[in-house]
């Protein structure tokens, strides 16, 4: 059976009881080490209050001259101790000699104790141990009337008694102990709870094993992610969501508002609307990325948004040459199909006898069909450009467009990669085509491709119903589009190109009612 280990809560608990407690203990001692410094001095103060008193009375200097001083100063310094609740008031000649004591069988003996400093006039203060056991005491010198000393005065206080009065204090100082420490215990509780709940009770090493498993998850996952706290702060942003966002790996972002970080446009839209977003694909800078985002909850409250990213670019390119491929394909299909229906006519056409006009449609369908291919492979010596327009030929053929490859169309070495190349001209034809779709004929379709003054012009228009003039500034943003329906993001994906490359767009109405996209890469910027 494991042994089950205690909670941060409860360690931290445990903890702070034993250094409260230690606190408070150390508190008392220190209190009751002070009260006994306290009491030490003001019994050192009493006692040399009460022997200076007693040396400066007449009746004393007067007695120490007399012929047996015990008789006048016994009950004098006895009533004295009464009073002012000393232990001892002894008088004493300069040779030790006492002249009275409590006990009275000592009178006559020498006083046992230093008293020098005394006799060379100085008063003062020590603790000994006499005939009543260890005490604080004074001794003072009596003067007479020729300042010659003719006496000492010693007063003194047991130190039991002392300590009597210090052990009446002691509850007074556990009272002011006890409260201190509930109060200290109550807190060290309420605050361990608190904790408790925030760490849902888990031990040290489960915290660390959980902060190393989410740190490792965090470095290594290929998705980006980023996290927003209730409060639209970001929480965190993991290697891979810096790197899709633009965000240099030593910018500052945690803790941030989300509206105070610079991101794509269409992410922190998305941030900033807080809907739920399922496989959504959004544009951010040079990249197409797919985004998920939902709203985290914890027991029913609201804990902030989770968004992840992942990178789509190199599959969009993908799929753009793959629908190129696919468009050549089935063009060739569809050529194969309707070569078939025309051999039938024509070997028809023979068994009847025909063969004069045999031989013309067969030569006709030919000549059409060469013609084109010989004006695009002719113009464009880049196969999957040339295999994309024979492709969108077909299909535009098949939607009964005219698909018109400008006569001054030229390319031969273009600059430009083969994918962003097809990305420009396979949206701005796919585009045209939508766009004359459902129109009434004639349905046209130009396009030009070439190098024109050091600039990779790229051109096609389309007989459409042609655009909105608010809506030109919106073109190659993405969500436009002259689909009824989808996303925008034909479009978007060119406007993203010339972004990279440093070009140009524009849209325009010509006066015979034409729609013109034209896109311009500086040869320059695109070797660069």
């Not at 807190?187 to 031990?203: D, F, K, M, P």
């Not at 004069?356 to 450009?385: F, S, Y």
Request: aromatic share 4%; hydrophobic share 45%.
């Amino acid at each position: 059976m494991a042994r089950r280990q205690w909670s941060i809560a409860g360690q931290l608990f445990a903890l702070q009881a034993v250094v409260v407690t230690l606190l408070v203990l150390a508190g008392a001692a220190g209190a009751v080490w002070l009260a006994r410094s306290d009491s030490q001095q003001a019994a050192e103060d009493e006692v040399l209050a009460v022997a200076q008193a007693v040396a400066g009375s007449p009746n004393v200097r007067a007695a120490l001259t007399a012929a047996d001083p015990s008789a006048a100063l016994q009950p004098y310094a006895e009533a004295t101790r009464v009073a002012t609740g000393t232990d001892f008031v002894v008088v004493m000649a300069p040779d030790r000699t006492r002249y009275s004591h409590p006990n009275p069988k000592l009178i006559g003996q020498p006083f046992i104790g230093d008293i020098g400093p005394a006799l060379s006039g100085d008063p003062f203060t020590i603790t000994n141990v006499g005939t009543l056991g260890e005490s604080v005491r004074a001794v003072v010198p009596v003067y007479d009337g020729g300042h010659r000393i003719i006496g000492l005065v010693s007063v003194g206080i047991t130190t039991r008694a002392i300590n009597r009065k210090l052990l009446a204090q002691v509850p007074v100082l556990l009272g002011a102990a006890a409260p201190a420490l509930a109060l200290a215990a109550t807190g060290s509780w309420l605050l361990s709870r608190r904790l408790r709940r925030q760490t849902h009770g888990l031990g040290p090493s489960q915290m660390t094993r959980m902060y190393e498993y989410y740190d490792a998850v965090l470095h290594s996952v290929r998705e980006g992610l980023l996290v927003l706290t209730r409060d639209r702060r970001v929480a965190l942003v993991n290697d891979e969501g810096r790197r899709l966002l633009g965000l240099a790996d030593d910018a500052t972002v945690t803790d941030r508002p989300v509206t105070g970080i610079d991101l794509p446009p269409a992410v922190a839209e998305l941030l900033d609307s807080g809907r739920d977003a399922h496989d959504e694909p959004i544009l951010a800078g040079d990249r197409v990325l797919v985004a998920n985002q939902r709203t985290t909850r914890f027991e029913g409250a609201v804990l902030g948004t989770v968004l992840t990213l992942r990178d789509q670019t190199e599959l969009r390119n993908l799929a753009s040459e793959l629908d190129s491929v696919r468009a050549l394909t089935e063009a060739l299909q569809a050529q194969t199909h309707e070569s078939a229906n025309r051999l039938h006519t024509v070997l028809t056409l023979v068994e009847l006898g025909r063969t004069d006009e045999a031989v013309r449609l067969a030569t006709r369908d030919l000549a059409i069909a060469q013609q084109l291919t010989d004006r695009v492979v002719g113009a464009v010596t880049e196969p999957a450009l040339a295999a994309l327009l024979l492709g969108k030929s077909a299909r535009a053929g098949e939607r009964g467009v005219d698909l018109v490859i400008d006569p001054d169309c030229r390319l031969d070495d273009s600059p430009l990669p083969t994918t962003d190349l097809l990305t420009v001209v396979g949206n701005l034809v796919d585009n045209a085509l939508e766009a004359v779709a459902g129109t009434p004929p004639p349905r046209r379709v130009q396009i030009f491709v070439g190098t024109v003054g050091g600039d990779l012009v790229v051109r096609v228009g389309d007989s459409g119903p042609g655009l909105d003039p608010d809506r030109v500034a919106d073109a190659f943003r993405r969500g436009w589009s002259t689909k009824s329906a989808g996303r925008g993001l034909g479009l978007a994906l060119v406007g993203q190109v010339v972004r990279r490359h440093g070009g140009t767009s524009e849209v325009v109405r010509t006066g015979d009612g034409e729609t013109v996209f034209t896109v311009r890469l500086p040869v320059a910027g695109v070797e660069g």
